[in-house]
């Protein structure tokens, strides 16, 4: 059984970017606006800035109050948006509920979409053509590509069609010629579907969603889902699992991603790519 860790492949990635980074003599900057106090948003946004500073990327975080309002928000992207210093720009998710997320996602100008959600980059991997792409998903690519997974060809199965991860995985996967199925809550015979399945990336947001009896001998499985889950017999009271059930499964399947040290940290060693692409592309040629 291969243990698929994302942070060799997260390393060699970052250490690509530095490389180019420094070569070319760029100077780039990533601005994330954090607005409001939730924890976990606030320690995602701080790996993002040491992601940065092992890449020679300038980093700045604009910590917005809970009671910002949506124009106060626009505003301050558009600052962004004309701001030639700045590079990329990220709006850390979820936003307080008074805030809508699509129309600030739309707000960010594509050129500067370091999560590559705006609509334009979205429609651009849609169709083969990809600028920046999402970075969950794209760490779930490269990650299989690191392992020589082959993929053209094969059943891959997605389960979750979210449009930050299980939708932009089902197009990547189809653009790597797999033959692809969506699952999500309404799917019926979910397991059916899975055990017919070479490739499974689940994506659903539930506690070992997938159990060993789900999947077939010799299957591969990319566990997307992080959770903490409590637990008093360990010092810190807690652990981090995945939505597939890593022990029952890694005795069936022929390589599997652990959670923690799978796809999160290749998540963040995207954004850091997809910076530089922004970079290459557009800096200084407005
Ligand atoms: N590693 C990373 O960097 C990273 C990044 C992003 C997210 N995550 C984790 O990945 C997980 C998924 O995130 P997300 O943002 O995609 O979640 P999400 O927006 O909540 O989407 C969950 C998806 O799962 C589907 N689903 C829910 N219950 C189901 C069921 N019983 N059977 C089949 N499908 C079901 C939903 O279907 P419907 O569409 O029908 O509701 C939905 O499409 C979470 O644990 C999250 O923390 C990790």
Request: net charge positive.
């Amino acid at each position: 059984m291969l243990l698929m860790k994302g942070d060799v492949v997260a390393e060699d990635i970052l250490s690509k970017v530095k490389k180019t980074i420094e070569e070319k003599k760029l100077s780039l900057k990533l601005t994330a606006i954090l607005v409001g106090n939730d924890e976990a948003s606030k320690i995602y946004v701080s790996s993002k800035k040491k992601d940065c500073e092992k890449c020679g990327i300038a980093s700045e975080v604009i910590h917005l109050s809970e009671k910002t309002t949506e124009k106060e928000l626009l505003d301050t992207i558009e600052k962004l948006n004309n701001d030639d210093s700045v590079t990329g720009i990220l709006c850390q998710l979820p936003l307080p509920p008074h805030l809508n997320e699509d129309k600030v996602i739309d707000s960010i100008s594509y050129k500067k979409d370091a999560d590559c959600f705006h609509p334009y980059n979205v429609g651009k991997l849609f169709i083969g053509n990809p600028i920046v792409e999402p970075c969950t998903p794209k760490g779930v690519i490269k990650m299989l590509e690191y392992y020589n997974i082959e993929l053209s060809g094969k059943n891959a199965v997605v389960i979750g069609r979210s449009n930050i991860v299980g939708k932009p995985a089902s197009i990547m996967l189809l653009q790597k010629n797999a033959t692809v199925t969506i699952c999500h809550s309404k799917t019926k015979n979910i397991s059916e579907i899975t055990k017919q399945a070479d490739i499974i990336v689940i994506a659903v947001g539930k506690p070992h969603f997938l159990k060993a009896d789900m999947v077939k001998n010799g299957c591969v499985v990319v566990d997307v889902g992080i959770h903490r889950i409590e637990d008093k017999t360990l010092e810190k009271g807690y652990k981090i699992i995945g939505d597939a059930d890593f022990e029952e499964i890694s005795k069936k399947a022929s390589a599997i991603t652990p959670v923690p040290g799978g796809v999160g940290i290749m998540t963040r060693a995207i954004l850091m790519q997809n910076i530089l692409t922004l970079g290459l592309t557009y800096q200084g040629k407005n």
